[in-house]
């Protein structure tokens, strides 16, 4: 097999193996990133924070008209109790009734809406559980996936590499230098010649240039030093 083919399948296999890298490595960074799962985990405690504090604000409403009640009912035995007769202060003990039954409506209004408040919140809550779960069972899912591409990857790569060994290994040292150094400047580092033509720059090839590439031995482009392949 004439050289120039062989540093021309040895560029393909290296081109894969590039590929392939650039995929692994993209895949591994995927692996455990959870932006979109911690998004709705926070969310999920936000609900639930929320919901928690209007519960305890329902039970400090509720808590507050029962103190209310306590206290109108004792202030009530006063009043009907006939123990006072002074018309003075009973007039200022059915003011101070007046009021706290005013102040207690206001307490019942008050748990009322909280209660309103707090069922919007656990549908809230049971909505953010729920698009939780799912989006955790979605991520699961992604990370197997990931980890079965990963490995997938892993043995191509192993794949690859082996057959660039053997083919390496076919070229001789001076060549296989001659592509590497190449290589490390531009890439390709291995031209086609099509019409004439090296592909790589576009540029005319003379015929002396010609005639060694058809030959199959390394000639290098006189305008941009790639090695020149004709199939």
Do not use: F
């Not at 393909?12 to 490595?25: P, T």
């Not at 109108?72 to 009907?80: F, H, P, T, W």
């Not at 991520?139 to 590499?161: C, F, M, P, T, V």
């Amino acid at each position: 097999m004439a050289i120039t083919r062989q540093l021309y399948q040895l560029q393909e296999l290296d081109l894969e193996i590039e590929q392939e890298e650039q995929s692994l490595n993209q895949k591994t960074s995927q692996l455990g990133v959870r932006d979109v799962l911690d998004k709705a985990q926070n969310r999920l405690d936000s609900e639930q924070k929320r919901l928690d504090e209007l519960r305890h604000q329902h039970r400090d409403a509720e808590g507050e008209v029962d103190d209310l009640l306590s206290k109108i009912s004792a202030i009530e035995e006063q009043l009907y109790g006939g123990k006072i007769s002074n018309p003075k202060e009973l007039s200022g003990l059915q003011h101070e009734v007046a009021s706290m039954k005013a102040k207690s409506d206001q307490q019942e209004n008050k748990a009322l809406e909280i209660i309103d408040q707090v069922e919007a919140a656990e549908a809230s809550l049971t909505t953010a559980t729920d698009e939780h779960r799912k989006l955790e069972k979605e991520w699961h899912r992604q990370q197997q996936q990931l980890s079965d591409e990963i490995e997938q990857l892993k043995k191509s790569l192993a794949d690859l590499n082996e057959k660039r060994r053997q083919l390496a290994g076919q070229i001789d040292s001076p060549t296989l230098k001659l592509y590497e150094k190449i290589r490390q400047q531009k890439k390709p580092a291995v031209a086609k010649v099509e019409q004439g033509i090296c592909r790589a720059c576009r540029i005319s090839l003379s015929a002396s240039a010609l005639q060694k590439a058809r030959s199959g031995q390394p000639v290098q482009c006189g305008s941009c030093g790639r090695i020149l392949y004709i199939s």
